[in-house]
């Protein structure tokens, strides 16, 4: 017979810990790191998969960076921080260094060339208020645009948990923050500041907290172009609530907050508009700045709504080859809104990506920035985060990364003289 000492000598284990490993069986695996990973704080798990999806990138823009020859922007092989605020970054360090100018400045033909009329200046005020700490200017814009890109993920988790289940909540949050274009949010560009009043904006609209909408909104208006979208969004929110206020009660103090903060946003929404027309002294300020962007494209015209889409298809894809792109490109995105996983993510969101694409097929010429100027299309991220199979979410997560480096390499690094800019 053996000595139960001899036995507890063999294994290590004291007989007490074997009892208690044979009446909960589970005790081993209790404290697994998957188990800790699901008892730990939404917030904590969200702050951890941003900083896991942030050191990635830093390691595709290192390597980069690492075969960058010398450019307009930086000397060869620059460090990160200089690497980071290339090419509109630029144009944000001016704004905060010199202002905006009073006459808008004139290529040789007399257009209206490139200047930073084009780019709104809360931004550029918040990396002002950390280089005032004697913060430099390459290292102020990453932190703001890393913490509010942070801000964006929080944000967008308590978003899709109005929707989702708490894992496909936390998937779609992965997916916002290895995103193809997500390497934005650690340059010195104001995505990250947008993508985070985008979020803040719907989680109240969603909540129905329309008050709180007026400082964000104005916040906004002046920090990257959308908020014109928002408030068509706002529009078809109000008129779908009166719709069905039979099933869902639309009292008539909602009703006024509601119109009231539609009536604002439209207002703000041209608001940067008329700052530079003021600023100026020419009411075409703005849009003859951002036309100016094109003229390497397609040379300089007027601002003609719902036009630069088939202007685009015809320059890439030529004729009729390019309208035909267009219109399959329109009819699909149409099809994707009504798809069972996107109607879960409620009538709201749906409306918003409706309204931004509405707004990017009137103004926007496609070319190579088309990728970053769709991204607050984000919160469509949640319908991709609904199917729970593993093999899938790791594949999408592959992908997506893959895709990262394909626009790091097309959008972000230069090559020469460079013609696709971020």
Not at 313 to 338: D, H, M, N
Not at 396 to 414: C, E, M
Request: aromatic fraction near 16%; glycine fraction near 8%; include cysteine.
């Amino acid at each position: 017979m053996t000595d139960p000492t001899e036995a507890t000598a063999a294994t290590g284990a004291t007989p007490g810990r074997r009892a208690d490993r044979e009446a909960d069986p589970f005790r081993a695996t209790r404290w697994s790191p998957r188990v800790r990973w699901r008892l730990a704080p939404w917030w904590l798990r969200v702050m951890l998969v941003f900083a896991g999806a942030r050191a990635i990138t830093t390691v595709f823009v290192l390597t980069l960076a690492s075969v960058q020859g010398a450019n307009p922007w930086t000397a060869a092989k620059p460090g990160y921080f200089e690497f980071a605020n290339m090419w509109d970054a630029r144009w944000y360090q001016i704004i905060l260094l010199s202002g905006y100018p009073s006459a808008l400045p004139q290529t040789a033909d007399g257009h209206v060339a490139e200047n930073a009329w084009a780019f709104m200046p809360v931004y550029p005020a918040f990396v002002g208020m950390l280089t005032w700490l004697q913060v430099p200017w390459n290292v102020a814009s990453v932190v703001i645009s890393l913490a509010a890109g942070l801000g964006a993920a929080l944000v967008f988790h308590r978003l899709m948990s109005r929707f989702l289940e708490p894992d496909r909540a936390m998937f779609a949050v992965v997916l916002f923050c290895v995103a193809p274009v997500s390497p934005i949010m650690q340059f010195g560009y104001a995505e990250s500041l947008g993508y985070l009043l985008l979020a803040t904006a719907l989680l109240l609209l969603v909540d129905r907290r329309y008050g709180w909408l007026f400082p964000v909104i104005a916040l906004w208006s002046f920090t990257r172009p959308g908020a014109l979208a928002f408030a068509l969004t706002l529009g078809l929110h109000w008129l779908w609530r009166w719709w069905r206020r039979r099933d869902d009660p639309f009292p008539m103090r909602e009703r006024v907050l509601a119109a009231s903060v539609t009536v604002f946003a439209v207002v703000f929404g041209f608001g940067w508009l008329l700052v530079a027309a003021i600023g100026t002294g020419d009411l075409h300020a703005y849009t003859d700045t951002e036309l100016a962007w094109r003229a390497a494209y397609i040379g300089y015209g007027e601002l003609v709504p719902f036009t630069a889409w088939f202007e685009s298809g015809g320059w890439w894809l030529g004729q009729p080859l390019g309208t035909i792109a267009v219109v399959a490109l329109v009819i699909g995105f149409a099809l994707v809104l009504v798809m069972p996983a996107v109607r879960r993510l409620g009538v709201d969101i749906r409306l918003w990506s409706a309204s931004y694409a509405l707004y990017l097929l009137a103004v926007f010429f496609p070319q190579s920035s088309v990728f970053r100027i769709a991204s607050p299309l984000f919160p469509l991220l949640g319908a991709l985060a609904v199917p729970r199979a593993r093999w899938y979410r790791w594949s999408l997560v592959v992908l997506f990364l893959a895709l990262q480096i394909g626009w790091l390499l097309i959008a972000w690094g230069i090559d020469g003289r460079d013609w696709t800019p971020p």
